[in-house]
């Protein structure tokens, strides 16, 4: 079993910035994507941004284009979500995911893929 905990989580104003961790331990293997999603209250789980095992492939979500940088070090087996700019909209609670092992270039978006999650940390944007 892999477990993943996420950290850097807190309240910010908006404008300010944060870092997200998200450290993986147990059963490691090699060849996995890892993604950042959210979930606001009220509001359905929706994708962030996710990195393929290589680093090669991104994705991000519209609204955080240009905002948030995703960024993986596979030595540390962890996963870091930048977050600069932070709105009001960003409010959420933020999770970590990762994949079985896949083709080392792909990313996918969908949170069906995701096997492994973390419990989640709290972002909250002051307005």
């Known amino acids: 079993q892999v477990q993943l905990v996420e950290s850097g989580g807190g309240l910010v104003q908006a404008g300010g910035s944060l870092r997200l961790s998200c450290a993986a331990s147990g059963r490691i293997f090699s060849n996995y994507a890892m993604g950042w999603f959210r979930q606001a209250p009220g509001k359905d789980r929706e994708f962030v941004a996710v990195i393929s095992w290589s680093g090669t492939s991104l994705l991000y979500r519209e609204s955080v284009k240009g905002r948030f940088t995703i960024s993986r070090d596979n030595a540390r087996n962890t996963l870091y979500l930048q977050m600069n700019s932070l709105e009001f909209g960003d409010t959420a609670v933020y999770y970590c995911?990762?994949?079985?092992?896949?083709?080392?270039?792909?990313?996918?978006?969908?949170?069906?893929?995701?096997?492994?999650w973390g419990q989640g940390t709290q972002v909250t944007v002051s307005s």
């Open positions: 995911a990762a994949t079985r092992p896949r083709p080392v270039h792909i990313a996918p978006a969908s949170d069906s893929e995701y096997e492994y």
